[in-house]
């Protein structure tokens, strides 16, 4: 991204953050999730670590939360309410921890202090002679509003307490369990802790299950963190009951805690997004001070969101196997909910139409039950200029000029003319089982037919769930030829990685393309995990395959195809990363050889990690000739200065 593009997309992205924030932090409304939110701030704050000269005082990355509501006195705070940097890898927690550890004297750091982060209200009480005085909201750091009377009113804040002066602070929340039972019109816990704090009537404060659960003890001062909170719970404060003090040689145990904690924390009492890593030592933590906004001696974890904002790259149509053309957006990677995302199904052209999604545009994703990657919402507000909308029927032309598409009437899916899903099925099975692929014997166009047509398979899964009892029941079959097809099948569930591709039919990909996608990615998670940009990096592979090969895993037919073949066994043998000794060469076999047939002479080649084409080119790097072999390749190869090998040259050269 140059510098011009960075300006103009972080002007967008600060419009929308401050429209999210005043209806969040001042209306106690809600336009978009949290999740949503973090994520759109994340990229920001990543945009502006880039561009530092691009910072101005008015960012939402330079201030706390919104200001405060004129309704409300004003309340200076004695010290300013901060909020935390968020990160959301182990590698950004390590990254903190060497950047402090730069600073601190003797660049040692004995403990870590960790805690559940809150999602309530900021709120911070005043104690003088023991008495409660006064309750602010956080508002912008420096000024918050005055709440004290219906702070007041929140049963588990004690009235009184044993210390001359002090001042602690904490989140005004709500069980999940309470909201359930009263939410109306408020979209979660949060909204209704804060809408309830925020009324003018104390009554309706008292009205309502509000807590407050502390988290600081700003006076009196206290040596360490974890002291702060054994205090707070002297003074009779609730606190979250999950504070952990950790060794700063004890990082294994630190993240270990983090993952059990992201496990459980949906069996919590309370909502809570991350977790809070603080340097332990409060002289320590003070030292470091504040960068911007955001104190150097802590960094709130945010767990796995389950909804992310990311890029629409690119949108591919997938022909899946009953003929259906499935839209396909392609984003930037994102992690939603644990996981990388990179694509998702559109569904059909009504759902396009509906979300008037475009390449281009930035969109809330999420996960349907937290496997399936979905796109929720299109922010008009980011979507670039000159961007149009997308054309369903334009685009299959485009993509399939080969192909003919018909949507029948009373249907949204638009599906190859003239194939039935059963015809396409054949196909599919079919090559899945030919030479090129599996080469599984007894699995030919007919027997295939005879399976379809007794409905013992529909999909290509099914093969692997085939008995011996149910195919011998059939016309062309017996016991005996029942028994070898089920054991041919069943000796195909660990293929080489390149026929596994290869078998898959992936339109655009052959033999040769499949060498080359194994060689590359190794294994076949890795490849289903690939970007456009990682398959361009193959020689042979361009924009067309590459977009061909995304779709194929994005659909969601395919991944369900992928997921029931793995749990029936198939796994694909993963390919050796070692060099070959015809790396690098390339081949064209022409005419007959007495040795084996063209398709096995081009598989050894290929174990041998060489390119096997069907023309001859410059980059040739000879032609193999059996008998009878074919004059244009001959002339060619002679016209090109390409040398040619015999069958016996062949074999000694494959090593028999």
Not at 180 to 207: C, T
Request: glycine fraction near 6%; charged fraction near 30%.
């Amino acid at each position: 991204m140059t510098k011009s593009e960075a300006e103009a997309r972080i002007l967008k992205l600060r419009e929308l953050i401050n429209d999210y924030r005043y209806h969040y932090h001042v209306l106690d409304e809600s336009i978009m999730s949290e999740a949503a939110a973090d994520s759109l701030k994340h990229e920001l704050s990543v945009l502006e670590a880039e561009y530092p000269e691009l910072i101005t005082p008015d960012s939402p990355t330079q201030r706390v939360a919104g200001r405060a509501l004129d309704k409300f006195e004003k309340v200076k705070h004695d010290k300013r309410m901060i909020s935390l940097a968020d990160v959301f890898s182990r590698e950004e927690v390590l990254d903190w921890i060497n950047r402090n550890e730069k600073l601190v004297p003797g660049g040692k750091i004995d403990e870590f202090f960790t805690d559940i982060k809150m999602d309530g209200l900021a709120c911070s009480l005043k104690y003088r002679d023991g008495l409660l005085v006064q309750a602010a909201t956080r508002g912008d750091g420096l000024v918050g509003e005055d709440v004290t009377l219906n702070v007041r009113t929140v049963e588990n804040i004690p009235l009184k307490i044993d210390a001359k002066e002090a001042e602690i602070r904490g989140e005004i929340i709500i069980f999940k369990e309470d909201f359930e039972k009263m939410k109306g019109e408020f979209a979660n816990p949060r909204n209704l802790a804060a809408g309830s704090i925020r009324q003018l009537d104390p009554k309706v404060a008292a009205a309502r299950p509000l807590r407050f659960i502390a988290y600081d003890l700003v006076t009196p001062d206290s040596l360490t963190w974890h002291e702060a909170y054994e205090k707070l719970r002297e003074l009779g404060f609730q606190t979250s009951g999950e504070d952990r003090v950790f060794k700063a040689s004890e990082q294994k145990e630190l993240f270990e805690y983090i993952d059990k904690l992201d496990d459980y924390r949906k069996g919590l009492k309370f909502n809570t997004d991350g977790m809070v890593i603080k340097i332990n030592d409060r002289a320590m933590y003070d030292s470091l001070g504040i960068v911007g906004k955001t104190p150097r001696g802590a960094v709130a974890f945010k767990f796995p969101a389950e909804e992310a904002t990311t890029k629409v790259r690119d949108i591919v149509i997938s022909i899946g196997r009953t003929g259906a053309a499935t839209p396909v957006a392609l984003f930037d990677p994102v992690s939603v909910a644990g996981t990388t995302v990179r694509h998702a199904s559109l569904h059909n052209a009504d759902e396009i139409k509906r979300l008037d999604v475009r390449i281009g545009d930035t969109v809330i994703i999420y996960k349907a039950g937290d496997i399936i990657p979905q796109v929720k919402e299109v922010l008009l507000k980011l979507r670039p200029e000159g961007t149009v909308p997308f054309d369903f029927e334009k685009e299959l032309s485009k993509q399939y000029p080969e192909l003919e598409f018909v949507r029948p009437e009373g249907e949204v899916v638009y599906r190859v003319k003239g194939e039935s899903s059963d015809l396409i099925l054949k196909r599919a099975i079919e090559y899945y089982a030919s030479k090129p692929a599996l080469n599984i014997e007894g699995l030919g166009e007919k027997n295939v037919e005879a399976l379809i047509n007794a409905g013992l398979i529909s999909s290509i899964a099914d093969l692997y769930r085939l008995d011996v009892l149910s195919v011998a029941r059939l016309e062309r079959f017996g016991e005996l030829s029942a028994k070898n097809l089920v054991k041919a099948i069943s000796d195909s569930k660990n293929p080489p990685l390149a026929k596994f591709i290869t078998a898959l039919g992936i339109r655009h990909v052959g033999a040769q393309t499949a060498v080359s996608l194994a060689r590359k990615f190794g294994t076949l998670e890795k490849l289903m995990e690939a970007t456009e940009e990682d398959l361009l990096e193959i020689n042979d592979i361009g924009d067309v395959v590459a977009e061909s090969i995304v779709a194929w895993f994005a659909d969601e037919d395919n991944a369900k195809l992928l997921a029931d073949l793995k749990s029936l066994g198939v796994k694909p043998l993963s390919e050796s990363s070692v060099a070959l000794p015809l790396d690098g060469k390339s081949y064209v076999v022409t005419g007959t050889l007495s040795s084996m047939g063209r398709e096995e002479a081009e598989d050894r080649l290929r174990a041998l990690g060489a390119t096997v084409t069907s023309g001859v080119t410059k980059n040739t790097t000879a032609l193999i000739t059996g008998e009878k072999p074919g004059k244009s390749k001959t002339d060619k190869a002679d016209k090109l200065g390409i040398s040619r090998l015999s069958e016996a040259e062949f074999l000694r050269l494959i090593g028999g």
